[in-house]
């Protein structure tokens, strides 16, 4: 059973950083591509940052140079590494993985930013 508990959201000013974790379990880590979505009140859930299984990575217009994943396959691990945060950042982020062709999703953590 795949499993991914993310961590690390929280309440921060803006121009604040702040750094999301997601350890992964019951999947093939090292192989899967890794993702973060978020999903703000009233708006549907948006792709924020993918990296595959060889590091290479993708953005969403709106964090490029912003925010930065990273993973860690000796951990199970993937970040988001989030700096300069805006109000238009608050939302509940989640962390996603394709394993086999199955989508899966994490509980989500809140990130709000104040102005």
């Known amino acids: 059973q795949v499993q991914l508990v993310e961590s690390g959201g929280g309440l921060v000013q803006a121009g604040g950083s702040l750094r999301l974790s997601c350890v992964a379990s019951?999947?093939?880590?090292?192989?899967?591509?890794m993702a973060w979505y978020r999903q703000a009140p009233g708006k549907q859930r948006e792709l924020v940052a993918r990296?595959?299984?060889?590091?290479?990575?993708n953005y969403a217009d709106s964090v490029k140079g912003r925010f930065t994943i990273s993973r860690d396959n000796a951990k199970n691990t993937v970040y988001l590494q989030m700096h300069s945060l805006k109000p238009e950042d608050t939302a509940v982020y989640y962390c996603?993985?394709?394993?086999?062709?199955?989508?899966?999703w994490g509980q989500g953590t809140q990130v709000t930013v104040s102005s």
């Open positions: 996603n993985t394709d394993d086999w062709g199955h989508d899966y």
């Open positions: 019951g999947t093939a880590f090292s192989i899967n591509p």
């Open positions: 990296i595959r299984s060889g590091g290479s990575a």
